[in-house]
């Protein structure tokens, strides 16, 4: 992954700044790696950062960075005014190497945005000397009294987008020099799909000022649908993805579920302090219940290869063994994709 970013060749190009999405200025505090890795480390105890030591030449363990939090305006899945919020991650004593975009990983629970934390995992690509766009995503940082659209493919594609947009005029106008519109877009597990969202979002505009270089998207859904027959057939999954869809879709799309034939023991008593993984039993049924069919009749409205063709260099992976997205989805993704662009690799 590190190969392919670096390999990358900054280009000129000069183009005007978009106006009109950007509403503030939150805050801005400087990190060195060392901070980052102490912050990741009370997150994730559990990683080993050794690893770093074979990639130990890319980056400058001594370099500083600089975190801006925005908030800028967007819209919600429904099409109504949103401010959403997101961060802007800048090498510090260095001309930048180019423009990332990395939407956030999924949060299963109420957790803190990228504008909360400032420093957060998916801003590490500025110890590579890159600039990085972080969007919070709506349901969380200012807009974390909305619950969270879940796998909304469509609208996070547009979230992302704005952020970007909005990232572009704070540069233009608190920077000495423009935000590079041409970008990588790079998202691992809930960001890859927010990551294949932004890009097939900009594709199909008639024109942008942004314009997409590559995308590299590791292990998540593409295609709600086949995540969800694969995961009623398996029956388990090692995170609870399907009761945080439900929920979100109950809300969206104004349900009206009757919960007590969807969920069962646990989180039917707790489902709004946490999700589990329990379901009702009708959920592993053929038949199904009325309330479960209500959720699988959206299902398609959650699918992001129909109507698009891509020129941009995608990449994608998945681990064969994922116990949280099963590997067939994306397989199904890149069979799909691979017969519409030539510029699509699965590894």
């Known amino acids: 992954m590190l190969l392919v970013f670096l390999s990358c060749h900054k280009t000129d190009l000069v183009t005007r700044p978009p106006d009109g999405y950007l509403v503030s200025v939150l805050r801005s505090q400087e990190f060195s790696m060392h901070e980052m890795i102490e912050l990741t480390l009370s997150d994730f105890p559990e990683l080993d950062f050794s690893m770093l030591e074979s990639a130990a030449d890319f980056f400058n363990?001594?370099?500083r960075v600089k975190v801006t939090a925005i908030s800028y305006r967007t819209v919600d899945p429904k099409g109504d005014p949103v401010i959403a919020t997101g961060i802007i991650v800048k090498p510090l004593g260095m001309a930048s190497r180019g423009v990332i975009h990395v939407p956030p990983t999924t949060p299963l629970s109420s957790l803190e945005g990228g504008s909360d934390l400032l420093i957060i995992t998916e801003g590490v690509f500025a110890f590579l000397g890159f600039t990085v766009i972080i969007p919070d995503l709506i349901g969380s940082g200012i807009s974390s009294g909305l619950p969270q659209p879940f796998?909304?493919?469509d609208n996070t594609g547009r979230v992302c987008y704005d952020m970007q947009l909005a990232s572009m005029e704070y540069y233009a106008r608190y920077e000495?020099?423009?935000l590079d519109p041409e970008i990588d877009i790079f998202g691992y597990s809930?960001?890859?799909t927010g990551a294949v969202a932004l890009l097939r979002y900009i594709d199909r505009?008639?024109?942008s000022p942004v314009k997409v270089k590559q995308l590299f998207a590791g292990e998540d859904v593409y295609q709600m649908s086949k995540t969800y027959q694969i995961l009623k057939?398996?029956?388990?999954a090692e995170y609870p993805l399907i009761p945080l869809m439900i929920k979100s879709m109950d809300y969206w799309y104004d349900l009206q579920l009757d919960y007590s034939r969807i969920f069962t023991g646990p989180l039917l008593a707790n489902r709004e302090e946490w999700l589990d993984t329990y379901m009702h039993p009708d959920f592993f049924s053929a038949k199904g219940n009325p309330e479960i069919k209500k959720i699988e009749d959206v299902l398609s409205l959650h699918s992001m290869p129909e109507g698009w063709y891509t020129r941009t260099l995608i990449y994608l992976g998945h681990a064969a063994d994922d116990l949280s997205v099963?590997?067939?989805?994306t397989q199904v993704f890149f069979n799909n994709m691979k017969t519409k662009s030539k510029y699509v690799t699965f590894f």
């Open 61 to 63: 363990l001594d370099m």
């Open 151 to 153: 796998l909304f493919m």
């Open 176 to 178: 000495k020099e423009p």
């Open 190 to 192: 809930g960001g890859a």
């Open 205 to 207: 505009l008639a024109e």
């Open 233 to 236: 057939e398996r029956g388990v």
């Open 326 to 329: 099963p590997c067939e989805e």
